[in-house]
């Protein structure tokens, strides 16, 4: 069983930047692939961003460019720098993890999420 937790959602402006964290516990961490996600009301979840056992890095084409995912073994968290934040990045994020690697977008263990509200 995997345990994530997410932290660093808030509120900010238009532009700004925004740092999300996600500590995991409960398995072999450097193994893990994982991935940040987010939801609006009335839409499905959208895979933003995800990380897997080798570093290999993957974005949805909305975010490239501005968001980054970084996992720091040695802390077991993983991260996703947020710049150049819009409107329409407002949204709740989630934290994922698969240790199989199932897919790209690992969707076996979730987090709880953590509000991104971005305004102008």
């Known amino acids: 069983q995997v345990q994530l937790v997410e932290s660093g959602g808030g509120s900010v402006q238009a532009g700004g930047s925004l740092r999300l964290s996600c500590a995991a516990s409960g398995y072999t961490y450097s193994s893990l692939c994982m991935g940040w996600f987010r939801q609006v009301p009335g839409k499905e979840r959208e895979g933003v961003a995800a990380?897997?056992?080798?570093?290999?890095?993957s974005y949805t084409d909305s975010v490239k460019g501005r968001f980054t995912i970084s996992k720091d073994n040695a802390k077991n968290t993983l991260y996703l720098q947020m710049n150049s934040l819009k409107l329409e990045d407002t949204a709740m994020y989630y934290c994922a993890a698969d240790p199989l690697c199932l897919s790209t977008f690992p969707r076996r263990y979730w987090g709880q999420g953590t509000q991104v509200t971005v305004s102008s």
């Open positions: 990380i897997d056992e080798d570093l290999n890095t």
